[in-house]
């Protein structure tokens, strides 16, 4: 009986999650965005020219990953500062939207009592292979016809409860 | 008012220092974590201190609390991206007079700074 309450705890953390993650992002961006349903990984994933790796630690543990290209993250620049960025500049900006859309799902979430923290953004230039997580839960969010960033949840199975 | 700008993001600090000139305040100077921001205060005690909270080497919580033995009345305040509630009462509590959150506007920087005078 106990293993199937931590089962479920950690599922309602898991879907909380999810749940906040989409709020958050729609409160951060200020242009209409859609988001996709979420959707599993069951395999590899790849990211493109782009991201962001914030740790999560806390009530469920493991990683978001946003990723996606220059002009996807320079749409989101333009609608929340109403500037493009280059070089560093960028690179610095998607490592604070990661911090952002991360943070506000923390404060989200903390409303039904789950407790997390994140870790300080480390943003990754280039495209690369994502293995061996033990679930991804993905999350398209179209910004507009052309552009669009994917959010990745990669949570480790056990529950922290 | 002289302020020391505290964020690990370069952008963040770029966007922090471009409001507060814009609004009439000196920008003395520009900390990337929480140990830098200590030093800095001790260096240039500013009039403000804008703190970021998820830093690396030293978190804006650790930071602000250092500061205020440091200067009892020091003005502190906090600009993160997590607002639960547990972080604002920890920070409320340990001496920072407002808590942004981010992502903010010219408006809420304004607010909380006019509140300080």
């Known amino acids: 009986m106990r293993e199937v309450k931590v089962e479920s705890k950690h599922n309602f953390i898991v879907k909380e999650s999810i749940n906040g993650m989409i709020k958050s992002v729609m409160d951060i961006i200020p242009t209409e965005t859609k ?16 991201g962001v790796l914030i740790g999560l630690t806390g009530n469920l543990s493991g990683q978001v990953l946003i990723e996606g290209d220059k002009d996807a993250f320079n749409f989101i620049a333009q609608s929340m500062y109403g500037m493009a960025l280059e070089g560093e ?9 990661g911090n952002m859309i991360s943070g506000n ?8 009592e789950i407790s997390l923290d994140i870790s300080p953004p480390t943003v990754i230039v280039g495209v690369s292979k994502f293995t061996a ?5 993905q ?6 016809e052309n552009d669009k960033i994917t959010i990745v949840l990669m949570i480790k199975e056990e529950a922290v409860v | 008012m002289k302020v020391l700008v505290t964020d690990d993001a370069k952008f963040m600090r770029m966007q922090l220092s471009d409001i507060l000139s814009k609004i009439g305040h000196e920008v003395v100077g520009e900390a990337e974590n929480g140990k830098d921001a200590i030093e800095k205060y001790k260096e240039l005690m500013p009039d403000l201190v804008t703190m970021d909270i998820t830093m690396p080497e030293m978190d804006g919580v650790s930071a602000l609390k250092e500061i205020m033995q ?3 009345n020091a003005k502190v305040i906090m600009c993160s991206a997590m607002g639960q509630q547990s972080m604002v009462i920890d920070s409320i509590q340990s001496g920072a007079k407002d808590f942004i959150v981010k992502p903010f506007d010219r408006e809420r920087i304004e607010n909380a700074i006019s509140k300080l005078v």
Not at chain 1, 133 to 137: A, Y
């Open chain 2, 70 to 72: 440091v200067n009892p």
């Open chain 1, 105 to 112: 799902m923390i404060t989200n979430i903390s409303k039904k």
């Open chain 1, 133 to 137: 997580f033990e679930n991804g839960i």
């Open chain 1, 139 to 144: 999350l398209g969010v179209n910004l507009s």
């Open chain 1, 35 to 50: 988001v996709d349903s979420p959707s599993l990984i069951k395999k590899e994933f790849y990211k493109r020219e782009m």
């Open chain 1, 89 to 97: 500049m960028l690179e610095s900006f998607i490592g604070e939207l």
